[in-house]
């Protein structure tokens, strides 16, 4: 197992190494000139050429391409083209709101989809059972901006039972900057009424960036529970005399969360990478809104930091996934 | 003279028939499957009214002109009725032509888009699968890092540096979207691998070329076609995507993601502007998802869920 994950953490960095080199040449062979772009339309050849010297644009690819990597290493992430701020600082700002939406979305999808998959497989065949795998079906095909805007429309511009974007009440000061996740911050300087704004603002996207990730959990687990529970084990269990519950609780579920749990690091990337849609429908500060904003005006150097950062994320998450299989099944932990 | 001819065709018929005996009895096993689930069979018909509406597309509407850049003022913003089913939007044009028209486009993307990631991603599966080696070892890892950031994200770093664009978007979704293949194929070729009609054909002298072309290939079909059913739904949510945060298909084309964003404007009081778009991307996915449901249960029922 730990030469598993010495092997799984060394392909990482080779990854991460080969995603720099992606991202460089995808922003280095395009047609468009970024220099003509950040000098504004109205700009001269001369202009032009001092932007150029200034972003270091003028240099040859390779050596632009190392002084880029050796920035990273020491994260710095290069300066916007748009807004002239260090990205590394934009990142740093909006990167917690980013995050604490897809937890929050994520635990959403992990605790709904296995509760549903386990009674739709242990209710198999009910009327039950049907509702849930019709949602299930529908909730992979919603385009999910379209999803979101429909439950904008309904929940808080019609009903009123939400706000409609933003992270906490205008009227509201955040609370204190400790973790950089409104839930949490507000909670440790007990701030109810800042906890209960940004609770509110939450739930919404959350849902929406959750819904396709529910649906496709609640399929798996309850397809992996059927498959388990016709094992030749859990028939001897029953055999045994054991109640059912305890047959289900223990060691179905044991044994059905493991494909799951491989379809939930996959979600976790796949969640990431919805938050550009979500952000931007909810007006939601995170890096997700932050990427389309700089994609718009072909700002490429904050794109390429929510690419990295966001496959980082990604890649650790993965490597999660690998040591929890150890803890849910001993025979990965001997091998 | 006649009798002579229609026999002999009757015997052409009849050889053919008992040539491919196993071929049809496959071909109605499964039809038979397709027909008896009752969602496949749902997928087939949303799909094929699909593409009769992508065909005949023009033709269908009151308003062929409105797909492109026609105004009318005096009609702008006017509720879902009986002359305009789905609303008017903000420089009067019939919505229900647009969504209608712009099924062509999203045809013709998402054909392209699978279409490349296939050409792409198959043979590059194949080679890492059969041959192996450290071709195959470099081939895996640069999927690798292709496939370690989501997909639309990776389309939007590419966008953001060709420029926005419908062309752009599929040139990136392609981009971003042949490792899938490369994944499945793989690892498909490299159980085929070690068959032993593979070892009879080596036997026999075919060439690898040969061999992997021609044994390995055919062998990998199933999964291909109904995962590329599944990524023409996917494709469509994908481009749908891009469109709608403004650096996909360019106004006044009438892509359903890029109405959607505008649409999204004249909300709450115009709620059918965007609304209706947005009904047809889930039709449509829908529709590819439910027909490539089917496919696996008939072509590959092992890789069921």
Redesign the interface.
Known sequence: MKAFLIRRFGLLVITLFGLTLVVFAVSHVAPGDPARLAAGPDANQEQIELVRKEFGLDRPLPVQYLTYLGDLLRGDFGRSIRTRHEVGQDIRDFLPATLELVFFAMLLAVVLGITFGILAAVYRDTWGDHVLRLISIGGVAVPMFWLALMLQLLFALWLNLVPSGGRIALTMSPPTRLTGFFLVDSLLSWNWPAFRSALAHLLLPALVLSAPSLAAVTRMMRADMLDTISREFVVNARACGLPERLIVAKYVLKNALIPTLTLIGLRYGWMLGGTVLVETVFDWPGIGQYAVQSSVSSDFLPVMAVTLVIGLNFALANLLVDMLYGVLDPRVRQT | MGEGMSSAAGTWWVRFREERQSQFREWQRSAYAVFRNP?SLVGLAIVGAFLVVAALGPGLVTYPEDAAGATHLDRKLTAPSAAHWFGTDEVGRDIFSRVILGTRLTLRISLIVVGVAILIGVPLGIMAGYAGGWPGELIM??T???L???????A?????????GITNAMIALSLVWWPGYVRLVQGKAMAIRQESFIEAARCVGSSRWRIAFGEVLPNCASPIRVKASMDM?LAV?GA??LG????GAQPPAPEW?AM?SAG?NY??DR?WY??FP?AA??LT??GW??LGDGLRDVLDPRS??
């Open positions: 969602l890892r640069i690798d890092v292709f370690a950031v989501p997909g639309l994200i990776l939007i770093a590419i966008v953001a540096s060709l420029g926005p739904g949510l749908a995507g709608f945060i403004g650096i993601g959607i999204r909300l709450p709620w965007a609304t947005g991307i889930f996915v829908l998802n439910l069921r869920l």
